[in-house]
């Protein structure tokens, strides 16, 4: 091989590859690092540090709008949840990233891809998946499922010995990714799923104990089922999130600790903090009641947890997909009109609902006199309704009496 193209964010794992695959392969090592959200913390130096540890070059592609337009948006409007609690933020990010990491190989010629995902992982899952949709010629290096580094603490030895500067520890070994949409904590001492995360874990949202006592209300506008607005202010969609991040991260909204199910078939256990995610499924869930048919409310409920697997097993680029996007389309079509929300040290409540589209009318449902239902039709409607129930006890009674 000449070249591999390595999906690269500069962390621990992906740090020590790009030596171990001089070293194996004695190929040329391009990286391909994202611009996911991230923040420039993180990407400060991400260049300068794959050159360093031995990359010909390093790309650093800005997928932001990207990510939250055609990815974020669609698995929000689908309303997908794994797990009862994940938000998907690793899980939709992966896909985008590969396909990336492929058009980036495509252009520099690299004969073969590599990533850092370990072997127990989910996400090995989601960048080859990606890899067999665009790249099915290419050849895929996974260091974790061939080299000799077993845990955190051999790849630390294991950067020391080629001077490969890393900012995880021995003694904080958080495994965690970050994006516009949330970030998520793995390993150390969230391994014993019976323990308390430490209270300096958190890094997007305030201990709710710590919250400001005051309430704060936050209108979000939706577009056929899009967020458009806050506060009535009309935002691109990475202005609008990172908004949200900081409203709900303030208010100590947003935090998740689960033990998930992953693909590979193991338990794990991750702790989330997705805080303007968790307002926007919970303003468009909320919109949806208002404006939604009973029967398609139902039906979306039906495909939101399918959705929710797809996304987490990382079969985005599928016909299942395109298929459950166009059903999600066509119900979204009316999810338009804003929901106000109260934060408050946690918590989030509905303070208001407001849409032109919506089916609640208080001309129907009013306690006090109105001339537009009919009371008395209910009775044929019961007698309807209970028909099948009603013969039954009747045929009942007859044998009975036999």
Request: glycine share 8%.
């Amino acid at each position: 091989m000449r070249t591999i193209a390595l999906a690269y964010s500069g962390g621990l794992d992906t740090s020590i590859i790009v030596p171990w695959l001089r070293e194996h392969y004695d190929a040329n090592v391009v990286c391909v690092a994202a611009d996911i959200g991230q923040g420039e913390e993180e990407l400060k130096g991400v260049v300068e540090k794959a050159i360093a540890s031995g990359a010909s070059e390093c790309f650093v592609e800005d997928l932001r709008l990207e990510y939250v337009r055609d990815f974020i948006w669609p698995t929000l409007r689908a309303g997908a949840i794994y797990n009862r609690k994940y938000l998907l933020g690793t899980s939709m990010a992966r896909p985008l990233i590969a396909k990336k990491q492929v058009e980036v190989a495509r252009r520099v010629g690299a004969d073969a891809l590599s990533h850092g995902c370990t072997g127990k992982g989910n996400d090995q899952v989601r960048f080859e998946l990606t890899y067999m949709a665009f790249a099915p010629d290419l050849p895929v290096i996974a260091p974790w499922r061939i080299w000799d580094i077993k845990s955190r603490e051999d790849a630390l030895a294991y950067a020391a010995a080629h001077h490969v500067p890393v900012s995880a520890t021995a003694a904080k070994i958080y495994s965690r990714d970050r994006n516009i949409w949330h970030i998520s904590h793995e390993g150390g001492v969230l391994e014993d799923p019976n323990s308390v995360p430490p209270k300096d874990l958190f890094m997007l949202t305030t201990d709710p104990a710590d919250a400001p006592a005051m309430p704060e209300d936050v209108t979000i506008g939706f577009d056929s089922g899009t967020p458009v607005t806050v506060n009535g202010i009309a935002l691109d969609p990475v202005a609008l999130l990172t908004m949200l991040n900081e409203i709900g991260g303030k208010h100590g909204v947003g935090r998740a600790d689960i033990v998930e199910d992953r693909l590979v078939g193991m338990k794990s256990r991750g702790v989330y903090e997705t805080p303007g995610g968790t307002l926007l499924y919970t303003a468009h869930s909320e919109l949806e009641m208002l404006v939604l048919d009973r029967r398609t409310l139902a039906a979306k409920d039906l495909i939101a947890p399918r959705y929710a697997d797809l996304v987490y097993e990382g079969r985005w680029w599928t016909t299942e997909r395109e298929a459950y996007d166009a059903f999600v389309n066509i119900t979204q079509q009316r999810v338009t009109g804003t929901i106000t929300l109260r934060l408050c040290r946690g918590t989030v409540t509905i303070a208001g609902r407001q849409s032109d589209q919506a089916l609640y009318d208080e001309r129907f449902v009013t306690f006090g006199e109105d001339d537009v239902y009919e009371q008395s039709d209910a009775a044929g409607f019961i007698r309807l309704f209970g028909l099948s129930q009603r013969v039954r006890a009747l045929k009942d009674l007859e044998l009975a009496k036999r």
